[in-house]
C-alpha cells in the first residue's frame, strides 16, 4: 500500500525541499544582516547557518565575474603569507578573519528577489536608526554625568566615546556612515521616497549618531561619500558642501568644534601625532618582505624592531598600522595589497556603470554602492576598518544586496524583452 509520500512524485518533494532550503538560507542571511548592528556573534551564528543551508540545498552557487579573481587571488595570496610566514602558527589563528568574506557570496545566492532585497535593506536601516538613537544617548549621558561630576567633558569623553551597540566607537561610527550614505543615495535619487519625512528622520538620527562616536576618520569618509553623490546629483550644488560643514561646525558645542580641530592638530593630539611613526615604520616592513609580509597579526609583535630608531613613539595604541593599504602590505606582502585594490576597483567600476541605468531604483542603489565604497576606502586611510569584522561584514551585506538587486533587475529586463521578441 503506498503512504500519500509514495504518491507524490519525487522530482516535485525534491523541488519543495530546494524552496525551502531557499527560504531558510534568504531569512537566516537576513537575520544575520540586521543583527550585525547588535552582536557580531549572533551575526556570524546566523551566516554560518546560511552558509550551511545553502550547501545543502545542492544549488549552483553563483558570483560577480570580475569579483571572482581578485578575491581567490587575495584569500590564496593571504594563505600564502601565513604559511611563508617567519612563525606560521601565530598567523593561523586570523585565516578566520577570511570568514566574513563569505558574506557576499551568500546574500548575493540567497536573497535574490528585489521585494526580500527591500525588506533586508529596510530592516539594516531600522537597526542603524536604533543604534544610533543608542549611541546619540550615550553621548548625551556622558554630557550630564561629567557636568554633573564637574569634570571637562572633552578631556575625558575622547577616553569612551559612544560605541552604540558595539564594543568599540569606531565600529560603530563605521557601521553608520555605511548606512548613512544608503540613505543619502535614496534620498538624492529616488523620488518616491525623496518627501517621506520617515526617510529623513532616518537620515537625521543616523547622522546625530556619526557626530556623537567623535570619529574623524569616519566623518571624513562621510564626506567623501557625500561629496561623490552631490555630485552625481547635481555637480554645481557641489559648493553647498562645505557651506553644510561650516553651518554645522557653527552650530556644534563647543566639544565638537574641538573635535573637528583637531584633525589637523599635529602638536598635541597624541592620535594624530602616532599615524605618520605608523606609517614609515609600516614602509620599512614592506621594504623587508615585498612580497609575502610578515604574517597576519604579526605587526603588533614586530613594531618595534621595524620602526625608525629616530622616530618618537607617542602615546597610542599600536596594534596594527591604522591604514588599510599599509597593513595589508605590511602583513601579506604587496601583491595581496593588488589583489585587495583589484577587487575594490572592480564594485566602483560596476556600481559606478548602473548610476546610468534606466531603472530609477538600479541607479539609486548604484550611487549608494559607489559612495559606500569610497567611504569605506577613504575611512580606512585612518583606521584598518578592513579588519574590523562588524563593519566588513555590514559593507560587504550592502554591497552584495546591490549587486543582487542588479542580477534581479538584469533577469527582468531580459524575461521582457524575450516575451516581446516571443
Known sequence: MNTPADSVPHNTLDASSANRMDTAAMLLSMGSAASILFSIAVSQILLG??????????????????????????????????????????????????????????????????????????????????????????????????SRQGKPFYENYVLHQASGFMSHWLTFGAQLMLVFLLISSILFFFRPLRFQPIWWTCFVLIGLGILASFARGIWVGAFFGAAYLLARYRLKLLWLLPVLLIFIYLISPSSMKRR????????????????????LTGIEMIRSH????????????????????????PHAWYGHLHNNYTQIAAERGLPCLFFFLWFFFEILRATFSWGKASSAELRTFGHAAFAITVGFLVAGLFEFNFGDSEVLMLYLFLVGAIFSWAQADRSAVY???????G
Not at 592638530?265 to 606609517?279: H, I
Not at 524575461?415 to 521578441?421: G, N
Request: aromatic share 12%.
Open 260 to 279: 573637528a580641530e583637531s584633525l589637523i592638530d599635529l602638536r598635541t593630539d597624541s592620535s594624530n601625532q602616532s599615524r605618520p611613526v605608523m606609517f
Open 415 to 421: 524575461s521582457e524583452q524575450h516575451q516581446a521578441t
Open 49 to 146: 547557518g546560511a552558509i550551511l543551508t545553502l550547501l545543502l540545498s545542492r544549488r549552483r552557487l553563483t558570483f560577480p565575474a570580475r569579483l571572482g579573481l581578485p578575491l581567490i587571488g587575495f584569500v590564496f595570496w593571504t594563505m600564502l603569507s601565513v604559511v611563508l610566514a617567519p612563525d606560521p602558527v601565530s598567523g593561523v589563528a586570523n585565516l578566520k578573519k577570511l570568514f566574513p568574506l563569505l558574506i557576499f557570496v551568500v546574500v548575493y545566492n540567497s536573497v535574490r528577489e528585489q521585494d526580500h532585497l527591500l525588506r533586508l535593506l529596510k530592516g539594516v536601516i531600522g537597526t542603524t536608526v536604533l543604534a544610533g538613537l543608542f549611541g546619540f544617548g550615550q553621548f548625551a549621558y556622558a554630557y550630564w554625568n561629567l
Open 290 to 313: 615585498p612580497f609575502f609580509g610578515l604574517g597576519p597579526g604579526r605587526v603588533e609583535v614586530e613594531f618595534l624592531h621595524y620602526k625608525p630608531a629616530s622616530l618618537p613613539l
